[in-house]
């Protein structure tokens, strides 16, 4: 499946005025949304081990990785999708663990139990892969080849983590919708979402057996100081002192969302939208289907000329391979 794509940039000054625009133009009310994409970087280490189930598609791509997007919508103004789509959730050495809910079980960790039930178990995640965009030129419009598919696995990272794929990052796009013939209209705003940061997994004790079971030796022990602020060279070494080595947690979706989207944080500090008119085409190989796509969607562009100015996306900023 090949995606044909226009851009603008709507100041938030004329917001209200494209809106209205394009509810005359698509002769329907503006459709509010909220859509939760969390990125995924591919683990080159697993997925180019031998035996690996990507390594045919990493192969057939002569050897480039591509950053995978999880997506989720909420038909809502404000409502953010929630992860995961289970309940409770635990982290044990900086692992995420999921259990599924119990019976008369409420709120837990910030998630929402009661309220939401009907469509965390209806709406499931969706991953999508978006290539490099086409060198510009040769179209009027921006085409890349794509696709998406369905994940049921509730447990998304585990899901990823089998195909060799890492949690890197989120964020959420809200705004409203419209769609005109084949052509579908976006004008939102990314926002930024905070990762989510396991507890580090706690030590065992390691104090010597000897002195947990002579409280002679472990008040002498405690008598002396354990660290000398000064030492003699001829001494030699000093004696083995214990250190705390922690590593970095490994981050994880946030379950911990705000109340309402609106209390998101903007990427674009100054407030302005991004207008998307897309056209996807089920079979790209065939002439006439992308002839016709890129028809309607440069009617549309002439449409709205004079309002907004519909432009060629920029190649590298589309780009989704891993560097």
Same mark, same amino acid.
């Given at each position: #499946?090949? %995606?044909? *794509?226009l851009?603008?940039q /709507?100041?938030?000054?004329? &917001?209200?005025?494209v809106l209205q625009?394009?509810?005359?133009?698509?002769?329907?009310?503006?459709?509010?949304?909220?859509?939760?994409?969390?990125?995924?970087?591919?683990?080159?280490?697993?997925?180019?081990?031998q035996?690996h189930?990507?390594?045919?598609?990493?192969?057939?791509?002569?050897?480039e990785?591509?950053y995978l997007?999880?997506?989720?919508?909420?038909?809502?103004?404000?409502?953010?999708?929630?992860?995961?789509s289970l309940?409770?959730?635990?982290e044990?050495?900086?692992?995420?663990?999921?259990?599924?809910?119990?019976?008369?079980e409420? #709120?837990? %960790?910030? *998630?929402?139990?009661?309220? /939401?039930?009907?469509?965390? &178990?209806?709406?499931?995640?969706?991953?999508?892969?978006r290539?490099?965009?086409?060198v510009?030129?040769?179209?009027?419009?921006?085409?890349?080849l794509?696709?998406?598919?369905?994940?049921?696995?509730?447990?998304?990272?585990?899901?990823?983590?089998?195909?060799?794929y890492?949690?890197?990052?989120e964020?959420?796009?809200?705004?409203?919708?419209?769609?005109?013939?084949?052509?579908?209209?976006?004008?939102?705003?990314?926002?930024l979402?905070l990762?989510y940061?396991?507890?580090?997994?706690?030590?065992?004790d390691?104090?010597?057996?000897?002195?947990?079971?002579?409280?002679s030796?472990?008040?002498?022990?405690?008598?002396q100081?354990?660290?000398?602020s000064?030492?003699?060279?001829?001494?030699?070494?000093?004696?083995?002192?214990?250190?705390?080595i922690?590593?970095?947690?490994?981050?994880?979706?946030?379950?911990?969302l705000?109340?309402?989207?609106?209390?998101?944080?903007?990427?674009?500090?100054?407030?302005?939208?991004?207008l998307?008119a897309?056209?996807?085409?089920?079979?790209?190989?065939k002439?006439?289907?992308?002839?016709?796509?890129?028809?309607?969607?440069?009617?549309?562009r002439?449409?709205?000329?004079?309002?907004?100015?519909?432009?060629?996306?920029d190649?590298?900023?589309?780009?989704?391979?891993?560097?």
């Open positions: #499946m090949h %995606e044909l *794509l851009f603008a /709507v100041p938030s000054s004329q &917001k209200y005025h625009v394009l509810a005359g133009v698509a002769a329907m009310q503006p459709q509010p949304f909220v859509e939760r994409r969390i990125i995924f970087k591919p683990n080159r280490q697993v997925i180019t081990k035996g189930p990507k390594n045919a598609f990493f192969a057939q791509m002569k050897g990785l591509y997007q999880a997506v989720k919508i909420s038909e809502s103004r404000d409502k953010i999708p929630k992860f995961p309940s409770k959730r635990n044990v050495n900086g692992e995420a663990k999921f259990e599924p809910k119990r019976e008369g409420g #709120m837990d %960790e910030g *998630l929402e139990v009661d309220g /939401v039930e009907d469509e965390e &178990k209806t709406a499931a995640w969706t991953l999508e892969f290539d490099l965009p086409d510009p030129g040769k179209r009027p419009v921006t085409s890349r794509m696709a998406s598919m369905e994940i049921s696995d509730p447990d998304l990272v585990g899901y990823m983590r089998g195909l060799g890492d949690y890197t990052s964020y959420v796009l809200r705004g409203e919708r419209y769609t005109h013939n084949s052509v579908q209209i976006l004008v939102h705003q990314p926002c979402l990762m940061f396991p507890p580090p997994p706690q030590k065992p390691t104090q010597p057996q000897s002195q947990a079971e002579d409280p030796a472990q008040d002498s022990s405690n008598s100081p354990q660290i000398q000064q030492s003699d060279p001829s001494s030699g070494p000093p004696q083995s002192t214990t250190a705390t922690t590593s970095t947690p490994t981050p994880l979706p946030n379950s911990a705000p109340p309402s989207a609106v209390d998101l944080e903007t990427l674009d500090s100054s407030g302005s939208f991004i998307q897309s056209v996807r085409v089920q079979d790209g190989s002439p006439e289907m992308m002839t016709r796509g890129i028809s309607e969607l440069v009617s549309f002439d449409l709205m000329r004079g309002v907004v100015e519909l432009e060629v996306g190649r590298l900023a589309l780009d989704t391979r891993v560097r």
